[in-house]
């Protein structure tokens, strides 16, 4: 089986800037789509940004001009890089993965989640 290790994530004031990596690890075939969610308080967790294998994103429409998803398919990492963070960031952040055992057999892993803080 696989799974998905957080790094980033903490306190970063309004304004400020982190960034979160995600380590897919295990045996698989492959990796299609990697993306990033997050859930606030009192909220459905809702898509941040996804990215293809061959490198295709979208954003939600909150994260358009401020983050910036990325992947190393050598690796098995995604990033994804918060900028002129708001209050309103503040949520519990989680990597998600499509990842193949084979090649016709799909599996969707999530990591932990990783709580990030801004403060006003």
């Known amino acids: 089986m696989s799974s998905c290790r957080r790094l980033g994530g903490g306190l970063a004031q309004a304004g400020g800037s982190l960034r979160l990596s995600c380590v897919v690890s295990?045996?698989?075939?492959?990796?299609?789509?990697m993306g990033w969610y997050r859930q606030a308080p009192e909220k459905q967790r809702e898509l941040v940004a996804d990215?293809?294998?061959?490198?295709?994103?979208e954003y939600a429409d909150s994260a358009k001009g401020r983050f910036t998803i990325s992947r190393d398919n050598a690796k098995n990492t995604i990033y994804l890089q918060m900028s002129s963070l708001k209050p309103e960031d503040t949520a519990v952040y989680y990597c998600n993965a499509h990842v193949y055992s084979d090649p016709y057999t799909g599996m969707e892993y999530w990591g932990k989640g990783t709580l990030v803080t801004v403060s006003s």
């Open positions: 990215i293809t294998r061959g490198g295709i994103t």
């Open positions: 295990g045996s698989f075939f492959g990796i299609n789509s």
